[in-house]
């Protein structure tokens, strides 16, 4: 077989995400509720953004995050998601090009606009977002590019992406396209009530196509319908080749058909914002998994770039990750 193009190919929801330091006192004013995502028309995306204060406007959306995260490892990503031909489209290609990533997937030239994700960060670190979905619902099948996927150690699905049926298709076929080129298969299922609404399918998915599964507890739980976490690790082992949990505070732990491997979290003096610390997680994983790593090592590897994220507002890394996992690794 040929060596890979890319280590980690991404396929998730194009979204631009807008960082904002928020007071209790702008929440209550805008009527959300603290530490709640809530997903919004366009009409409230244009309110919400003409009452904020000015914050940073970058490219985002968890697979995304993801796909920055192996870059600045030393990794060879690509990443395909939909945009819209608008400003906040420019923005997000020019953003995730400029952070070392391929991305190549056609803008659409009409049609809803370019998504879009409020981050409402308060000064406890908690994080209330506002997401207009917009044009990345509309990626499909044919947004699907064979040769990038065929050229990929990984193919990472994201979670967040599975309701629309369009999305479902270029999964399966992102999917298919991976394993007939002999490479593999990833998935992040992103969120515990994304698990709610997808089980069955879920289920069925990680059986069939997925080779490296992405969750954490509460997720997990959810996915085998139970409250004992023991109980959700036994039940994942022969879904999936390799599936990485991760438990914040507690670290992750990493479940094969064979082994039960526990690593510790990296610590963090003050935890700033949780945006993106699972995303992250799974860049690390996957950098040391597609370098030869070994399992407990692909799992430090994530908690590093986890640990990283926590200490800084955003889910893109504020200094290069390479130098620190070289640092903390020896």
Known sequence: ????????????????????????????????????MTLIDSAEAERIYASLPPGLECSGGSAANTIVGIASLGGKAAYMGKVKDDQLGRVFAHDIKNAGATFETVAAADGPATARCFVLVTPDAQRTMLTYLGACIEFGPDDVDEAVIAQ???????????????????????????????????????????????????????????????????????????????QALRAVRGHAKVAAITRGPKGSVVVTDEDVIVVGCDPVDHVVDTTGAGDLYAAGFLHG??????????????????????????????????????????
């Open 1 to 36: 077989m040929a060596e890979p193009r890319f280590h980690v190919a991404g396929i998730g929801n194009a979204i631009v995400d807008v960082l904002v330091h928020a007071e209790d006192e702008l929440l209550a004013r805008l009527g959300l509720t603290k530490g709640v």
């Open 152 to 230: 990929s150690a990984v193919t990472y699905l994201e979670g967040y992406l599975y309701d629309p049926p369009l999305a479902k298709q270029a999964f399966l076929k992102a999917a298919g396209v991976a394993h007939d080129s002999g490479r593999e298969v990833s998935l992040s299922l992103s969120d515990p009530f994304c698990v709610d609404r997808h089980r069955a399918e879920f289920l069925e998915l990680i059986s069939g196509h997925v080779d490296i599964l992405f969750s954490n507890d509460a997720e997990i739980q959810s996915l085998f319908s139970t409250d004992d976490f023991d």
């Open 289 to 330: 998994y597609t370098q030869g790593r070994d399992l407990a090592t692909c799992a430090r590897l994530g908690g590093i770039a986890a640990a990283e994220i926590i200490s800084h507002i955003g889910a893109r890394p504020a200094q290069s990750l390479a130098k620190l996992a070289a640092a903390k690794l020896g």
